[in-house]
């Protein structure tokens, strides 16, 4: 994990880190988010870690991200929870779960740090049938139309 305890910024509901190439990101937060963080961080500190890495393990050392897939994998192997259960998987979802909750292209492209708007539309503005139907329903324009009744 690239993120940095001193690189957080919760009063900000963000997080300022780095990716695989070095590109400066800001991770978003919710509200629940930085809850979850702060209940942690007691427990982190006890631990008595030996880097700045928000996660880690129990002695205290930065998880790395095979770590990271290894605890994923293990909570989901618990839950009993089939399917993708790995970082990326989610990744994937938040993308699928903003776009289905209404957030422009634009916006999702941002928040995923995509280099351009045709990423985040090549990979997530793919719909289902009963997805189309139902946004074709929703948003028509003929949907503000009179509705024409036949004459006797």
Same mark, same amino acid.
């Not at 910024?9 to 988010?33: S, W």
């Not at 006890?46 to 990271?68: E, F, M």
């Not at 422009?104 to 928040?111: E, G, K, M, W």
């Given at each position: 994990?690239? *993120?940095? /305890? &001193?690189?957080?910024?919760?009063?900000?509901? @963000?997080?300022?880190?780095? #990716?695989? $190439? !070095?590109?400066? /990101? #800001?991770?978003?937060?919710? =509200?629940? #988010?930085?809850?979850?963080?702060?209940?942690?961080?007691? *427990?982190?500190?006890?631990?008595?870690?030996? &880097?700045?890495?928000?996660?880690?393990?129990?002695? $205290?050392? $930065?998880?790395?991200?095979? $770590?990271?897939?290894?605890?994923?994998? #293990?909570?989901? %192997?618990?839950?009993?929870?089939?399917?993708?259960?790995?970082?990326?998987?989610?990744?994937?979802?938040?993308?699928? !779960?903003?776009?289905? =909750?209404?957030? &422009?292209?634009?916006? /999702?492209?941002?928040?995923?740090?995509?280099?351009?708007?045709? /990423?985040?539309?090549?990979?997530?503005? @793919?719909?289902? !049938?009963? %997805?189309?139907?139902?946004?074709? =329903?929703?948003?028509?324009?003929? =949907?503000?139309?009179?509705?024409?009744?036949?004459? &006797?």
């Amino acid at each position: 994990s690239k *993120i940095d /305890v &001193d690189n957080m910024e919760l009063n900000l509901r @963000r997080i300022q880190t780095t #990716t695989k $190439g !070095d590109k400066h /990101v #800001t991770l978003r937060l919710t =509200n629940i #988010t930085v809850q979850a963080i702060k209940n942690w961080l007691p *427990i982190r500190a006890s631990l008595a870690p030996l &880097d700045h890495k928000l996660l880690t393990n129990k002695r $205290g050392v $930065g998880l790395a991200p095979l $770590g990271i897939y290894r605890a994923i994998y #293990t909570l989901a %192997e618990r839950g009993q929870i089939t399917g993708r259960s790995n970082p990326h998987a989610f990744r994937h979802a938040f993308a699928r !779960d903003l776009l289905r =909750n209404g957030a &422009d292209l634009s916006t /999702v492209s941002q928040l995923m740090n995509h280099s351009s708007i045709q /990423v985040t539309a090549d990979y997530y503005a @793919r719909w289902s !049938d009963d %997805e189309l139907q139902y946004s074709h =329903n929703k948003y028509s324009p003929a =949907n503000s139309l009179p509705l024409i009744t036949p004459r &006797d």
